[in-house]
């Protein structure tokens, strides 16, 4: 948490919103490349040297990163809803409940809840032991006892407000955009995993669109095998989970996906 706020000190970037994986880190930025590369750089070495601190193995030299510009407000929004979203997707927590993100400071009152000691109430070897850094600490950057730096310190909110005008519209798209969660997913080469609710809704979401007036169980199987192609191919859903979804054999769901007339020629 305090090397992600760092990186807006040592690298000319603004951070608006990230997502701190076990794994991976997802992070929202501006900045040119130049700025960019070396936010990165900083962040690897930061890490590979507490891992060694810590009796780990440093991060792989293959540790890579992918920068992907954005260039309308529509995308941005996508880009917010699958940040935010990460952590739940992975099965960690519920949306916003995440310690190791920026996501609870998105219309959330547990933001001004979580306060730490100001920067200014330590002494200079204090923050040096802290951060790991003799970076000069901003005084009203605050640190928590087991959150470390809140992100409050250091992340720009005003894009995300100038995106998303109220409460509602931001928590029905985090829970309810699939798509959006598809397509930013498929750019990063991060599939996505829904559970047995999420699938049933996006079907029932899809007949109602495709067939009005009509339920599941009133479908033929040419419509059923239709849909079963926009299942796979919109959301990327593997046979056995449609098969469940729609009510048909996993072994007539492949045939469906195999055959040309279904628009999936090879």
Not at 65 to 81: A, G, R, W
Not at 98 to 122: C, N, V
Not at 194 to 221: A, T
Request: net charge positive; hydrophobic share 40%; proline share 5%.
């Amino acid at each position: 948490m305090i090397v992600i706020g760092l990186l807006t000190l040592h690298a000319d970037i603004i951070i608006y919103s990230f997502s701190l994986m076990p794994n991976h880190v997802h992070i929202i930025l501006s900045g040119n490349g130049g700025a960019c590369l070396k936010a990165f750089d900083y962040l690897r070495n930061k890490l590979s040297t507490r891992l060694k601190l810590d009796g780990y193995a440093t991060l792989p030299d293959d540790y890579w990163f992918k920068l992907t510009p954005v260039d309308e407000p529509e995308q941005m929004k996508n880009n917010f809803i699958y940040v935010d979203r990460n952590a739940y997707e992975r099965l960690i927590c519920i949306p916003a409940g995440y310690p190791w993100s920026s996501s609870y400071l998105h219309f959330s009152l547990i933001g001004k809840m979580i306060r730490g000691h100001r920067a200014d109430s330590f002494s200079k070897r204090e923050l040096e032991r802290m951060t790991g850094s003799r970076t000069n600490i901003p005084p009203h950057w605050e640190f928590h006892a087991t959150h470390g730096l809140l992100p409050s310190s250091f992340i720009d909110n005003s894009l995300f407000f100038r995106l998303f005008n109220n409460p509602k519209d931001y928590e029905s798209r985090l829970v309810k955009d699939y798509e959006a969660y598809v397509k930013v997913g498929k750019a990063l080469d991060e599939p996505p995993e829904f559970s047995k609710i999420e699938i049933n809704d996006i079907v029932e979401r899809l007949v109602l669109d495709l067939y009005p007036g009509r339920k599941l169980r009133q479908l033929s199987n040419d419509q059923k095998g239709r849909l079963a192609i926009l299942l796979m191919k919109n959301y990327n859903l593997k046979s056995f989970d449609i098969a469940s979804a729609i009510n048909v054999s996993e072994h007539i769901v492949g045939q469906w996906l195999r055959a040309k007339d279904y628009g999936n020629q090879k």
